[in-house]
């Protein structure tokens, strides 16, 4: 069947049981990750992609601009598409429109004058290649550079290298079909109720989902942290990804049942298994609406301590995300999506217009901003040419050049960053935060430096508030933590990292497979790190948060409330979760919690103590 709403597109193929086949009847069970939360039935529909031209890695061209034509065409083709997609966003709820949208702005600047746009051009040019060769090599080679970046630090910037790494993958995949005319999906015909199956789904095709028509995904590739489960994550329809073996055994119109919650998907399920689902479909619905009324409720446990939950941000877009949390402030607003696109350094004023707006949004609600968080190793046009990847040769990235050591041998990026959070400042309530410290003399240099900023705009009569922001550090290594003390006498808040603070206390590389099982942040180490650095902030009588991914996690903060903490900074889509839990929890009951596990000596017997609690028993 043609589709007319969206040229260059074909209905999805669908994968035919052979006549003399007899359907299966037998229950299936396939585990896969666990992506997005709820449980939904419905008979499947697969969905496979037409297969890309084949590209001869030995082409040579002898014309040049005739390749250069062809790429043009086919970057304007893929725009248009992209326009398209956008075209189709209002459909989707907000959160869908956020989040997608936010992502195909990104392609939409690749497709611009970009650093993958020239280096495509050197390839024909310089070395002959055809089109497709060229965009396919050099794809691959940005991604493969962003990949092996992530992988020098883990944690956070390895999966935000993977996704980076998918975005020139998939523009790269777009450019391609486009340049061999290859046709794209289109879920356009699927019928309402429909489980949508997939061997895989690339990021743009959640634009192409109808949340009112797909009630769930399940695909045979793919992984929690990528692009497309953040997308179906704002689309909010429950998910399993990975789950190997699903194309081969499921059929159209087969009953299925996703939960995204377990990472399960049930193919034929028996009479016990249908009546279980629809518990958890009308359990899911209810939980949905319990948390939507969380929004405006105060974070205060049982026993009337006021906690403060705040929300990390990677781009404004997820600015509404933010909003509809509940969450009260922004305790981490990461600003190296300033950096990471541009070819040139953003200058003082145009930073100050985006924090501004940033901090404008809040509405009265306190935004932290973290100056650029950077390592020598890592690759960005504007910052290259800035000098803050000549020491990029580090034998150990993690334990070289980053963070606010690079700042401070590149001052002249740290100073605009400054004048640029300053100027922003009389839009509200905001503090500034500086990466990776681990002694008092950088913090001490930091702050000098901070403070002739504000001088020389003082000078210049910018407009300042009688007082500065405060300045505040990220505690992220053993040393900062330990010293916690000597810092909090100089800073005037902190906040715990406890991604970095896991991997430097346990020397794990958590993207490397032979000793990520080794990586945990509920080890009693980590834990006593944190629990040093609260007590040496009480003490001081310095605000301290905790923004790494436990702060999060429903069943670890009442651990961490009980350690002393108050304010956490978490993504949007957990703050409602949490705040559930807090409301519940007395203080004394999560003092009590701490006190027996701070008594562990292993993960394990930590993680029993904070399941025995989380179920009551």
Request: glycine residues 8%; negative net charge; charged residues 25%.
């Amino acid at each position: 069947m043609k589709t007319t709403d969206t040229p260059g597109q074909v209905p999805p193929r669908r994968r035919r049981r052979p006549r003399s086949a007899t359907p299966a009847t037998a229950e299936i069970r396939l585990s896969g990750d666990a992506t997005v939360g709820g449980v939904a039935i419905g008979p499947a529909m697969l969905v496979l992609e037409s297969p890309a031209p084949d590209i001869d890695a030995s082409a040579r061209t002898d014309d040049p601009d005739h390749e250069l034509a062809r790429l043009a065409e086919a970057i304007e083709r893929s725009v248009r598409q992209i326009e398209r997609l956008r075209d189709r966003l209002a459909i989707l709820p907000e959160d869908g429109q956020i989040e997608i949208g936010s992502l195909l702005e990104v392609y939409r600047r690749m497709l611009g004058p970009s650093r993958l746009q020239r280096g495509i051009h050197d390839r024909i040019v310089r070395d002959g290649r055809t089109a497709e060769l060229a965009v396919r090599e050099e794809t691959e080679s940005l991604a493969q550079a962003l990949l092996h970046d992530g992988a020098q630090f883990g944690g956070e910037d390895a999966a935000a290298a993977q996704r980076r790494a998918g975005e020139f993958r998939e523009i790269g995949q777009r450019l391609m079909r486009n340049l061999g005319r290859a046709p794209f999906r289109s879920f356009s015909a699927v019928p309402a109720g429909t489980v949508l199956v997939a061997e895989q789904l690339r990021p743009a095709d959640a634009a192409l989902i109808d949340p009112s028509r797909i009630v769930a995904v399940a695909t045979e590739e793919g992984g929690s942290t990528d692009h497309t489960a953040i997308m179906l994550r704002a689309l909010g329809i429950p998910t399993v990804l990975a789950a190997h073996g699903l194309t081969a055994r499921a059929r159209d119109g087969a009953t299925m049942v996703v939960d995204g919650t377990t990472g399960q998907v049930v193919i034929d399920p028996d009479e016990e298994t249908l009546a279980v689902a629809r518990r958890g479909v009308a359990d899911h619905a209810r939980e949905r609406q319990a948390l939507g009324r969380l929004r405006r409720l105060p974070a205060r446990l049982s026993s009337g301590e006021k906690l403060q939950l705040q929300a990390n941000l990677e781009l404004p877009a997820e600015l509404p995300l933010i909003a509809q949390s509940g969450a009260s402030g922004i305790g981490l607003l990461r600003t190296e999506f300033l950096f990471m696109n541009a070819e040139a350094m953003p200058d003082e004023d145009r930073q100050a217009a985006i924090y501004a707006e940033i901090i404008g949004t809040m509405a009265g609600d306190t935004t932290t901003i973290r100056v650029v968080d950077w390592g020598g190793e890592k690759h960005s046009e504007a910052l290259e040419r800035a000098g803050l990847n000549q020491e990029g040769d580090t034998i150990n990235p993690a334990l070289g050049m980053r963070g606010l050591r690079l700042l401070l041998r590149h001052p002249a990026v740290l100073e605009t960053q400054f004048a640029a959070i300053l100027k922003a400042s009389v839009a509200g309530p905001v503090r500034v935060m500086l990466p990776m410290v681990t002694i008092v003399p950088e913090l001490r240099e930091a702050r000098e430096i901070y403070h002739r900023v504000a001088r020389r705009l003082r000078r210049k009569g910018v407009p300042l508030g009688d007082s500065l922001p405060p300045l505040g550090i990220m505690v992220e290594t053993p040393a900062a933590a330990i010293m916690g003390d000597a810092l909090a006498q100089e800073a005037e808040f902190l906040a715990i990292g406890t991604n970095d603070l896991t991997m430097y206390t346990l020397a794990v590389d958590r993207a490397s497979a032979e000793v990520a099982s080794l990586y945990h942040p509920l080890h009693p180490a980590v834990l006593r790190l944190i629990q040093a650095a609260t007590e040496a902030a009480l003490r001081q009588y310095r605000p301290i948060s905790l923004c790494g991914e436990i702060a999060g996690d429903p069943r670890v903060v009442p651990l961490l409330i009980g350690l002393g903490l108050r304010s956490f900074s978490m993504t949007a889509s957990a703050v409602p979760r949490v705040k559930k839990t807090v409301r519940a929890l007395s203080f004394e009951d999560c003092r009590r919690l701490a006190h027996r596990v701070m008594e562990a000596s292993d993960v394990a017997e930590v993680m029993d103590l904070i399941d025995d609690f989380a179920t009551g028993t």
